[in-house]
């Protein structure tokens, strides 16, 4: 009988905590350490930095959505974003999924949405370094060395961004660039460090809170290899 009375102390003064963070209590947090809050916040904090990469890929490269008739940004986003992907992977794109598809992303004989392959080659990514969670709990375990892969990556995707041309000497996929009033655009630099920031983040606290290391890598940025997730 106390233990039901001391549990519900717990859960009285939890709510209480949340109601005056301006966050609402859920039942489901006592099953979470400190690290898996901390995990959950970082997941939702990428996953809309992420949409927000994808949207503005879109209108910066409008001709990439126009492969596929009738696609507009968000069923692109609803595909990019979902909870659950396909099983073998995205038919549009040869059945592949994540990592596998930055690499195609980035060839010039690619011929179809260019965006859609490089978005789900990264959502994927992204998405295998938290093991395809959206939250953590307890007994739930995260690899600090996928979190750390997936940040320098993430820094390769932005560099191939930044310089992979065509045969014409034309970039692939525009990104960063002059506006018409002569002010620069670094706004997606700022979604690729701010990504980039987190995964780091992420990998350190786990590494610290596991008591396990990081193997630090160095590649080179020109090459399509990436590191594996």
């Not at 927000?52 to 959505?65: A, D, G």
Request: charged content about 20%.
């Amino acid at each position: 009988m106390m233990r039901w009375v001391w549990m519900s102390l717990v859960v009285l003064s939890l709510t209480g905590c949340a109601q005056k963070l301006g966050r609402p209590f859920d039942i489901k947090n006592l099953a979470k350490s400190d690290m898996d809050l901390i995990t959950d916040i970082h997941i939702a904090e990428i996953r809309d930095l992420t949409e927000q990469l994808i949207i503005k890929l879109y209108k910066r490269n409008p001709r990439e959505l126009r492969k596929v008739p009738g696609m507009t940004i968000e069923k692109r986003v609803a595909q990019l974003m979902a909870e659950k992907r396909p099983e073998n992977g995205f038919r549009e794109l040869g059945g592949m999924d994540g990592i596998a598809l930055l690499p195609l992303a980035f060839s010039s004989e690619f011929r179809g949405d260019r965006v859609f392959a490089l978005m789900a080659g990264v959502t994927g990514m992204i998405s295998a370094s938290y093991n395809h969670q959206l939250e953590f709990f307890l007994l739930d375990d995260i690899d600090q060395q996928k979190l750390y892969n997936c940040a320098r990556n993430l820094e390769k995707v932005a560099w191939l961004l930044n310089n992979e041309k065509n045969s014409h000497g034309e970039l692939l996929l525009l990104s960063n660039g002059v506006g018409k009033n002569g002010v620069p655009n670094y706004s997606y630099e700022r979604l690729f460090s701010q990504m980039i920031l987190i995964q780091d983040m992420m990998a350190v606290m786990v590494a610290d809170s596991t008591n396990r290391n990081i193997n630090q890598v160095v590649h080179s940025m020109a090459s399509m290899t990436f590191f594996p997730i």
